[in-house]
């Protein structure tokens, strides 16, 4: 026997998750557990209590989208962070921003002016971007079955602060093309190197302490839930005092952040 919808929906009202807000989700559909109808109803689950808001998961293709093969198809191109996410994409009403690396899709209230020019920037998080909207919307963010290493928002917060070694000065030469089939060229600044998110982990205690993430469970798997506003809060002021926070796998010297 797995999980029912009724038990997922249970699990989504406990987690005290803003029905009618924002929330994006990244996932791990394995962590969930067996769940009767699979996919399809977790999805069915998220988007019934999100009814009323805006559900985004990241369709992000980064991983194979490059100077080499530079072609993002808004249509066709599959998501390279998981299976909820690409299903989720091709659902009735979903809609999909116009980036090469770092798309997300959308349901809901807003969707169309939350996903509004995302191809006008060259960076993968520009501040004017989805991920900066979810800052404007007050937020929060999903880990379903990942943890902070899994936390793009975090990626976003590193590039509106200006991070050095973060982005790549180069540009590369990549497009976008529509559901129309027009090409837009998108030159892309990328993330140096795909290691930096591997020590987003070190403030996982620190963000529960200060009341930005609390825990909770949906099936079998933890969740964290992370508010965006409290979060880029903190994050700055971290930031400021350490920018190389999130640059070794050193533990967290607490005691350099505490005021």
Not at 14 to 35: C, D
Not at 78 to 99: A, D, N, T
Request: glycine content about 8%; charged content about 30%; some cysteine.
């Amino acid at each position: 026997m797995g999980y029912k919808k009724i038990d997922l929906m249970r699990d989504l009202e406990g987690l005290k998750i803003n029905k009618k807000g924002t929330l994006l989700v990244h996932s791990s559909i394995k962590s969930i557990g067996e769940v009767e109808g699979g996919a399809d109803t977790v999805l069915d689950a998220l988007m019934e209590y999100m009814s009323e808001g805006l559900l985004v998961f990241p369709t992000h293709t980064w991983s194979y989208i490059n100077a080499e093969n530079p072609r993002f198809e808004v249509e066709h191109s599959k998501v390279c962070v998981g299976i909820l996410p690409e299903l989720f994409r091709k659902r009735e009403g979903v809609v999909r921003s116009l980036h090469p690396t770092h798309s997300v899709a959308a349901i809901g209230r807003g969707k169309e002016e939350f996903i509004e020019g995302n191809e006008q920037w060259d960076t993968p998080c520009a501040r004017q971007s989805p991920w900066g909207k979810l800052l404007d919307r007050k937020a929060q963010i999903m880990l379903l079955g990942v943890d902070l290493r899994r936390n793009t928002f975090i990626h976003g917060v590193e590039e509106w602060m200006d991070i050095p070694g973060r982005m790549t000065d180069e540009r590369e030469q990549l497009y976008v093309v529509t559901k129309e089939g027009k090409e837009i060229l998108v030159p892309s600044r990328r993330h140096c190197g795909d290691h930096w998110s591997e020590y987003f982990w070190k403030v996982d205690q620190i963000f529960e302490e200060q009341g930005v993430m609390y825990k909770g469970s949906f099936g079998a798997a933890t969740v964290r839930i992370c508010e965006t506003e409290p979060m880029t809060k903190l994050l700055n002021e971290m930031l400021t005092i350490n920018p190389n926070l999130f640059s070794n796998n050193e533990p967290l010297v607490r005691e350099i952040y505490q005021k």
